[in-house]
Structures are given as structure tokens and as C-alpha cells.
Nanobody, 127 residues
Framework: VQLQASGGGLVQAGRSLRLSCAAS????????IAWFRQAPGKEREGVSC????????YVADSVKGRFTISSDNAKNTVYLQMNTLKPEDTAVYYC?????????????????????WGQGTLVTVSS
């Protein structure tokens, strides 16, 4: 099982980026896939999660209305579209997947339940 995160970079505030999380070794449609981020000196936080078992994706309040998670099953890839970026969005972004599938979707998992992690992609937003 591997997750490959990409798409980070340096952007000005107000601009957009799209992160990709390419999965191999498993089918993303069978699992919840989440994005986390960790800013310098801060704890890791959950940003968004998508699961075919849920009616709608989970999105953290801090990014609601600006970030959108989606998936392309044909490409076995999950995306995080980030619009209207702010300097406080600066962080390393990670995608993650649990080792077990739940019919209850994203709500079944705590951060500790995510066993597989991508290598992280750095997003830097300048003011």
C-alpha cells in the first residue's frame, strides 16, 4: 500500500492549489481517504476526508467553503482543491488511509486509525 502526495508549492494569498494523492495497492473507493496538515510548531490536524460510505465529505471548519475534496476512482486518486488560500494554510499536507474499511465512512476513524501515510507535500502561502 502506497500513497503519493503531490501538488504543493509556494503561492500568494488568495490563489489556489490542487493537491493529489495517488494510491496504489488498494482501491480508494473501498476506504476513507483523509487529508491532514501540520504547520510549523503546531499539532497535526485533520482537514478533509472522503468515503463512498458517506453522503458528503468531511471538511474542517477552518477550511470550509475554500477547500474541496474529491476522488477519481479511474485514477485511484484523491484531490484536495484549495482556493482562496491564506498564510495560515501554510503547512505540510499529508494524505492518509486506514488499514480497515468501515461502512460508517470517515466518522469511524480517529487520527490514530490511519495506518498508511503519504510523504507529505509542502504548501507555503505568502501574504
Amino acid at each position: 500500500v502506497q500513497l503519493q502526495a503531490s501538488g504543493g508549492g509556494l503561492v500568494q494569498a488568495g490563489r489556489s492549489l490542487r493537491l493529489s494523492c495517488a494510491a496504489s495497492g488498494f482501491i480508494i473507493d473501498d476506504y476513507a481517504i483523509a487529508w491532514f496538515r501540520q504547520a510549523p510548531g503546531k499539532e497535526r490536524e485533520g482537514v478533509s476526508c472522503i468515503s463512498s460510505s458517506d453522503g458528503s465529505p468531511y471538511v474542517a471548519d477552518s477550511v470550509k467553503g475554500r477547500f474541496t475534496i474529491s476522488s477519481d476512482n479511474a485514477k485511484n486518486t484523491v484531490y484536495l482543491q484549495m482556493n482562496t488560500l491564506k498564510p495560515e494554510d501554510t503547512a505540510v499536507y499529508y494524505c492518509a488511509a486506514p488499514a480497515w474499511s468501515s461502512v460508517n465512512g470517515c466518522g469511524a476513524y480517529d487520527e490514530g486509525d490511519y495506518d498508511y501515510w503519504g510523504q507529505g507535500t509542502l504548501v507555503t502561502v505568502s501574504s
